[in-house]
């Protein structure tokens, strides 16, 4: 198969399209789907899964998993509302949590790294660890009063166009780890160390290294979602963003990016995320129940990895079939 | 492992075994340190009601916790259990409903039978769909939980609309041990039998260790995994009729974020994330400890919020523990090597 046809058919090129379809169907049958004031807030109800999805799409390519970060956005939600309360200025708390988002990533890097632990089991370990200080932090109360210039900021959009301001922050940090993903020795040695970390170590990539700056970072990314959460609905909470990890893991895994690693792109991935945003926009500005919108999350993701393990099993049957015919035709 | 069917164990595998008994005699004392600790703060802690109360709620997540082990040890997972214990219980709930006549054993025998399919599902997609056990079972946790919703909508059955002898099942006791806890023990005590001293548990075993040598030594893969995944989604089923014989009232979230717990328990029992080693009842101990831990905090008056970060904390520990059994054997066995 040519290059060309082989890129078209592969599953985040087709994710991309879908997610294309989905739009503009979107924008032609539903009512209210295509105004200015439903993608602000399409964008704002992405914001979450698709920031913490960059990083992710990093330590799934590595071949490895990250399901702490959800309990790092509560913790530093509940943290926020506590420094708050005691009297730190927002200026000083925002840059704080996204320090301590880092260094719940830390504790996840070195336990996976230096330990050699599985990252399945430590980051479950860590999910409920985080979660619970965030509780111990912050009980079951929330804190509220957040600055407005703040809370606006989040909530706003660019002057009076429609575009929200936070759409400035998902590109510019989306192009960033774009770049380093796609376009770096630091992204080859990625998808390097997904495909075989042996081979990768002995080629001179600094695995566990690499690896762990990765947990760093996506703590970093998840305490700032964490700062972004508290702002955007004005409420710090231990259990803001219970349950978003699968969500991630979902979205990351519908984009096209293998579980075992080593294969993945990030275009793949935001289309996965806009891809799911849409459609539970779209369900709900038709009243259908978001719970149900499960089916459609939950089968998407068994199919993106389904109908490629099909295609090339009739791939291969074809392949012999056509070997098995020019062989009797030789005889 | 206790290998008492393959013939003579080994050395280096008596070795691996003792071992990995003493990592369930860790179980055992932290929960008699926790045990006792509490019980001399608060000796009410050993009351025949409150330990009662301990089993009971221990019931349900040991159940959840045998079937996942079996998966587990086969280097597999299984997200979907909380939302295979959303369907049960809401079928059953609704049959009983609909029918108060009919007898426990109905119930019990129709949930078991909707999480074996829903386990079936999962089974075939990761064994023939060639799909990671990790994305199916995520998928299918969405999905069921989805069909849940839209079943139930914003419904719920509510104990005045279940009958009596269903609702009184949760309490009643049989030579003084409660239904449920009885349920439990044969659950977790009989999957331990079969994973200990039958051939498909100890298939189960090998397939865990290396799937590619399972399979050249002749063990038939696919039929183990699938029976794996049956096992794991029967027994969230079953999981589905206690909880709903237990609590009364079900609606479309019972059991969110079961999975995570059931896992929690699984890995604080000492079952591998990787595969091939642990055992059943040592995740029904982990389901134990971890319920006794939520109890005896709030007899020691400790701040209830500091459970969730406990248990984190636990299960790193036990990871750690794990490692640190690994690699003492790796070193043993390669000492041995040298010597040959």
Not at chain 2, 59 to 82: F, K
Request: a positive charge.
């Amino acid at each position: 198969m040519s290059e060309v046809k082989k890129r078209l058919t592969s599953w985040d090129s087709i994710i991309i399209l879908l997610t294309i379809v989905v739009l503009i169907i979107a924008s032609a049958t539903v009512d209210n789907f295509g105004t200015s004031r439903n993608f602000t807030f399409m964008v704002l109800d992405l914001l979450p899964i698709i920031l913490i999805a960059l990083p992710m799409t990093m330590i799934i390519v590595t071949g490895e998993i990250d399901l702490s970060v959800a309990s790092t956005l509560g913790f530093t939600s509940a943290l926020m509302g506590w420094f708050w309360n005691n009297g730190l200025s927002i200026e000083m708390i925002i840059p704080l949590c996204i320090v301590i988002g880092a260094i719940c990533g830390v504790l996840n890097g070195f336990l996976i790294t230096v330990l050699g632990l599985p990252s399945l089991a430590v980051t479950i370990g860590t999910l409920a660890l985080f979660r619970g200080l965030a509780f111990v932090v912050l009980g079951d109360g929330a804190v509220a009063d957040f600055p407005f210039s703040y809370t606006d900021w989040v909530t706003g959009t660019l002057g009076s166009s429609p575009v929200p301001n936070v759409l400035i922050l998902i590109v510019i940090l989306a192009l960033i780890f774009g770049i380093v993903q796609h376009a770096t020795p630091v992204g080859r040695a990625l998808y390097a160390i997904g495909a075989n970390d042996k081979a990768a170590h002995f080629s001179g990539i600094r695995v566990a290294r690499t690896k762990f700056w990765l947990y760093v970072v996506s703590g970093a990314v998840a305490g700032l979602v964490g700062v972004l959460w508290t702002l955007r609905y004005s409420s710090a909470r231990a259990d803001n963003g219970s349950g978003l990890e699968l969500a991630v893991v979902a979205a990351v895994l519908l984009g096209g990016v293998s579980i075992f690693g080593g294969k993945g792109s990030l275009p793949g991935v935001l289309a996965g995320v806009v891809l799911l945003a849409a459609l539970q926009n779209a369900l709900r500005l038709e009243d259908v129940s978001g719970q149900a919108l499960n089916i459609v999350t939950g089968a998407l993701l068994v199919l993106s990895v389904l109908l490629p393990n099909i295609a090339t099993a009739v791939r291969g049957n074809w392949h012999r079939r056509r070997l098995r015919q020019a062989a009797a035709n030789a005889q | 492992m206790t290998t008492s069917t393959l013939g003579a164990p080994a050395p280096g595998r008596r070795f691996a075994g003792g071992l990995l008994k003493t990592r369930e005699l860790g179980i055992v004392l932290a929960l008699v340190v926790l045990i006792a600790y509490t019980a001399i703060d608060n000796p009410r802690f050993l009351s025949g009601q409150s330990i009662r109360d301990n089993l009971l709620n221990t019931a349900i997540l040991a159940v959840m916790a045998a079937g996942q082990a079996v998966v587990v040890i086969t280097r597999n997972i299984d997200l979907s259990v909380g939302s295979v214990l959303a369907i049960s219980a809401f079928t059953v709930a609704t049959m009983m409903s609909d029918n108060p006549g009919l007898p426990m054993i109905v119930a019990i025998v129709v949930g078991i039978a909707v999480g074996a399919v829903a386990g079936l599902v999962n089974g075939v997609l990761v064994r023939y769909g060639k799909v990671p056990a990790l994305v199916v079972t995520l998928g299918t946790m969405y999905i069921f939980r989805g069909l849940v919703y839209s079943w139930a909508g914003g419904q719920q059955v509510n104990a005045d609309e279940l009958p009596a002898h269903f609702l009184s099942f949760a309490n009643d006791n049989i030579l003084g041990i409660p239904w449920l806890v009885l349920i439990a023990l044969v659950v977790v005590g009989g999957v331990s039998l079969m994973m200990r001293n039958y051939r498909i548990g100890r298939e189960m075993y090998a397939i865990g260790s290396s799937p590619d040598a399972a399979e050249l030594a002749g063990i038939k893969v696919a039929r183990n995994l699938i029976v794996a995944f049956i096992l794991s989604g029967a027994a969230a089923g079953l999981a589905g009729v206690l909880f709903a014989a237990r609590f009364g009232t079900v609606d479309a979230s019972a059991g969110t974020g079961y999975e995570l717990n059931v896992v929690a328990a699984v890995v604080v029992g000492g079952v591998a994330v990787f595969g091939g080693s642990g055992t059943v009842w040592g995740a029904g101990l982990g389901a134990l400890l971890l319920t006794v831990i939520s109890s005896a905090l709030a007899v020691l008056d400790i701040n209830q919020f500091w459970q969730q970060a406990i248990v984190g904390s636990l299960i790193i520990l036990a990871i750690c523990a794990d490692r640190l059994v690994a690699v003492r054997i790796a070193r043993s066995l390669r000492k041995r090597d040298a010597h040959v």
